[in-house]
């Protein structure tokens, strides 16, 4: 196969993902969530607002999960760490000018001080070793000659999203993807066929939470509207039985 030689390029130069399961960032709630998974909800959340690549949003989990292995960090920062990371990825990978992104309150007032985004931007970088480029699941495809279309990408960002999809190496990762999504007829192994239906599982219990999550508010939203005509009907009857009567 023509693109085998960058693969194995790829291979030689990806870095292990510094994710130790048990760093409290990573420890799941009672809902299965964890507090590193919700901090990039929130970066991908926030790059909505730019057309930036999807390398950058890559980039920027790569520097969030090497800065929460590496420093103890309060709830307090860390929006700070995450819009950080993701301007800093920003300014590497994309082509046309990025200013630092800053963060605003509903009065429009800055969250933080100019002197902490350019201390916090200090500290990833030299936690990333001064390094900033690192090889993403996207430029594994992308060597596979695989087009990087919105289902591709949606699937990318999920696993961004869900750590225990993450954790597993961006060549493994980028393999599974092509056999969840049949692009390529290939022989896989049982490890990425296993991946691949974990992939798979892990969208569909995310798609009957969000039914669930629907269903309930169509149920609060019935209860509600009962509520409210029960109330407008017994306020017409008390209006009806105070009208006063009227002479022939």
């Given at each position: 196969?023509?693109?085998?030689?960058?693969?194995?390029?790829?291979?030689?130069?990806?870095?292990?993902?510094?994710?130790?399961?048990?760093?409290?960032?990573?420890?799941?709630?009672?809902?299965?969530?964890?507090?590193?998974?919700?901090?990039?909800?929130?970066?991908?959340?926030?790059?909505?607002?730019?057309?930036?690549?999807?390398?950058?949003?890559?980039?920027?989990?790569?520097?969030?999960?090497?800065?929460?292995?590496?420093?103890?960090?309060?709830?307090?920062?860390?929006?700070?760490?995450?819009?950080?990371?993701?301007?800093?990825?920003?300014?590497?990978?994309?082509?046309?000018?990025?200013?630092?992104?800053?963060?605003?309150?509903?009065?429009?007032?800055?969250?933080?001080?100019?002197?902490?985004?350019?201390?916090?931007?200090?500290?990833?970088?030299?936690?990333?070793?001064?390094?900033?480029?690192?090889?993403?699941?996207?430029?594994?495809?992308?060597?596979?000659?695989?087009?990087?279309?919105?289902?591709?990408?949606?699937?990318?960002?999920?696993?961004?999203?869900?750590?225990?999809?993450?954790?597993?190496?961006?060549?493994?990762?980028?393999?599974?993807?092509?056999?969840?999504?049949?692009?390529?007829?290939?022989?896989?192994?049982?490890?990425?066929?296993?991946?691949?239906?974990?992939?798979h599982n892990k969208i569909l219990q995310a798609q009957e939470i969000e039914i669930d999550k629907e269903q309930?508010?169509?149920?609060?939203?019935?209860?509600?509207?009962?509520?409210?005509?029960?109330?407008?009907?017994?306020?017409?009857?008390?209006?009806?039985?105070?009208?006063?009567?009227?002479?022939?």
């Open positions: 196969m023509p693109y085998i030689s960058q693969i194995r390029d790829l291979i030689i130069r990806e870095k292990s993902k510094p994710i130790n399961k048990l760093n409290e960032f990573y420890l799941s709630d009672s809902q299965g969530i964890c507090r590193r998974d919700i901090l990039v909800q929130w970066i991908v959340a926030q790059s909505s607002q730019f057309r930036h690549s999807l390398k950058t949003i890559e980039l920027a989990v790569i520097y969030i999960d090497t800065y929460l292995n590496c420093f103890n960090i309060t709830q307090q920062y860390l929006q700070l760490l995450g819009i950080s990371a993701y301007s800093l990825a920003s300014k590497f990978n994309e082509t046309e000018m990025v200013s630092q992104i800053k963060l605003y309150d509903s009065d429009g007032q800055n969250l933080y001080q100019n002197g902490e985004y350019d201390e916090m931007e200090e500290q990833i970088i030299k936690v990333m070793g001064f390094q900033l480029n690192y090889i993403t699941s996207s430029d594994y495809l992308m060597a596979m000659n695989i087009e990087i279309n919105e289902n591709i990408q949606s699937l990318l960002l999920f696993i961004l999203l869900d750590v225990d999809i993450y954790k597993h190496s961006h060549i493994e990762l980028a393999l599974a993807i092509v056999a969840y999504s049949q692009e390529k007829k290939i022989q896989f192994t049982n490890k990425i066929l296993q991946l691949s239906q974990f992939i309930k508010q169509d149920s609060e939203s019935k209860i509600r509207n009962k509520q409210i005509n029960k109330k407008i009907t017994k306020n017409k009857g008390m209006n009806h039985q105070k009208a006063p009567k009227q002479s022939v």
